[in-house]
């Protein structure tokens, strides 16, 4: 079974362009995860889908961040207009719906602002 | 503010030996304490977890202590191999029902040496 696919792996964009980062979630998985990491720091929760809903959208930095996942599927995570400080690896997870389920984790996105 | 703060950032130990990461955090509502193991190129991958009602979990090599008191918990790694050299992440997260939302360490770099 195919794991949580995410693309581009990497992606270098110059400051003022868009971004459209892209996560196909493992079949079945209710609960869809972004998260992102800058260099050297924590991973941080950005967002949290049930199906098409967002659930939690706390972590999401500003509103040059969006993120829809259509029809419950695939999820997409648009940046826009990109500033430096958004250079980090971008992960989604997903997982089952219920107590105590395991999130799996794409390979990430790497994004370098210049 | 860091809710969950990894110590070292980086860690080097010779094979066979005992390899130590420690993690504390500050919010006594989460009630799940995973570890996560990342190759390079790769997503964060479950290693091991635990809940607090639980001093401590043993999985082969892989031993979590955790001291619910001091809000502490480690992650022990015996007989370390050059094949566990990776980055791995200790992280707590409170079970919404359906879904875990997860806050991350900054990760310890482990390298083990022939």
């Known amino acids: 079974e195919a794991g949580v696919t995410q693309f581009p792996s990497h992606s270098v964009i110059e400051k003022g362009q868009t971004v459209t980062l892209r996560c196909d979630p493992i079949?079945?998985?209710?609960?869809l995860y972004w998260y992102r990491r800058v260099m050297g720091k924590e991973i941080k929760f950005l967002l949290h889908?049930?199906?098409?809903?967002?659930?939690?959208e706390s972590g999401m930095p500003n509103n040059r961040f969006l993120a829809e996942r259509t029809g419950g599927t695939y999820s997409t995570l648009k940046v826009q207009p990109a500033e430096l400080e958004d250079s980090g690896v971008y992960f989604c997870?997903?997982?089952?719906?219920?107590?105590?389920?395991?999130?799996?984790f794409g390979q990430g996105t790497r994004l370098t602002v210049v | 503010q860091q809710q969950v703060k990894q110590s070292p950032q980086s860690l080097i130990v010779q094979k066979g030996g005992i390899s130590i990461i420690n993690c504390a955090y500050e919010?006594?509502?989460?009630?799940?304490f995973p570890w996560y193991q990342q190759f390079p190129g790769k997503g964060p991958a479950l290693l091991i977890a635990?809940?607090?009602?639980?001093s401590e979990k043993k999985e082969g090599r892989f031993t979590i202590s955790f001291n619910k008191s001091a809000k502490q918990f480690s992650l022990h790694i015996m007989d370390s191999q050059p094949g566990d050299s990776a980055t791995y992440f200790c992280?707590?997260?409170?079970?919404?029902?359906?879904?875990?939302?997860?806050?991350f360490g900054t990760g310890t770099k482990l390298q083990v040496i022939p």
């Open positions: 992280a707590a997260s409170l079970d919404s029902g359906g879904y875990q939302k997860v806050t």
């Open positions: 889908f049930v199906k098409e809903s967002k659930q939690d």
């Open positions: 635990i809940r607090p009602d639980v």
């Open positions: 919010n006594t509502a989460f009630d799940y």
């Open positions: 079949s079945g998985h209710d609960n």
């Open positions: 997870a997903s997982s089952f719906w219920g107590l105590n389920t395991e999130a799996f």
